[in-house]
């Protein structure tokens, strides 16, 4: 299984928004409405974000949002902060019962 | 409070068999519907999942390194194992450990351990 495509960078100015997308297949993103995303700083364990597509654990900012469409997932930060500056994984669920990441998307805050 | 941590070598030498231990606590492994999980990350490069065990003692591989890994626990000691063969320096990595939440989603990690593989 390859993992999930995601892109190498994006960049965004203070209080804008942004979005890393996640491409997989119907295998696994497009199959299930399992997909989580992780932020991670620089020598820091990833942190989860979001879960299950949509959803934010508790205490996770309301900035953070996820969506899904046919195999690609989606995550938008809105009114970016600095504090955001990351690498940011998703991560899909897939039909052999296994989880696969993406290939990881660097953030940042200009 | 829910913590994780990860403990064993930090050096192996190639052909070698590394065995990981994370030992957690503030959850048990006997609840239904609990799981705890690996993940490594090369240097420099993407988390990539290797196995997941279960709180009925169902286990779940990597495809691509099924054949070298295997994952126990030990439920009343709040530990899990990983033991990983034939280990190459391309295995280099920081490996965690971290509760599985969801079907797709580990919501708390350990502070994860640097695994070195060189001769």
């Known amino acids: 299984q390859s993992a999930l495509t995601q892109p190498a960078s994006v960049s965004g100015s203070p209080g804008q928004s942004i979005t890393i997308s996640c491409t997989g297949t119907?295998?696994?993103?497009?199959?299930?409405?399992?997909v989580s995303w992780y932020q991670q700083h620089p020598d820091k364990a990833p942190k989860l974000m979001i879960y299950d597509v949509i959803n934010r654990p508790s205490g996770v900012s309301n900035r953070f949002s996820g969506s899904k469409s046919g195999n690609t997932a989606s995550l938008t930060i809105s009114g970016l902060q600095a504090e955001d500056e990351a690498d940011y994984y998703c991560a899909s669920y897939t039909s052999g019962s296994t989880l696969i990441f993406g290939g990881g998307t660097k953030l940042t805050v200009l | 409070q829910i913590t994780l941590k990860e403990s064993g070598p930090t050096l192996v030498k190639p052909t070698q068999t590394l065995t990981l231990t994370c030992t957690f606590s503030g959850f048990s492994l006997s609840t239904s519907g609990v799981g705890v999980g690996w993940i490594r990350q090369p240097p420099g490069k993407a988390l990539e999942w290797l196995a997941l065990?279960?709180?009925?003692?169902?286990?779940s591989y990597s495809p691509s390194l099924k054949s070298r890994l295997t994952v126990t626990k030990d439920a009343s000691e709040n530990q899990v194992v990983l033991t990983m063969t034939n280990m190459d320096p391309v295995d280099t990595a920081t490996y965690y450990c971290a509760r599985r939440l969801r079907a797709d989603a580990f919501d708390i990690w350990g502070q994860g351990t640097m695994v070195t593989v060189s001769s």
């Open positions: 065990i279960y709180w009925d003692d169902d286990k």
């Open positions: 119907s295998s696994d993103v497009g199959g299930y409405n399992y």
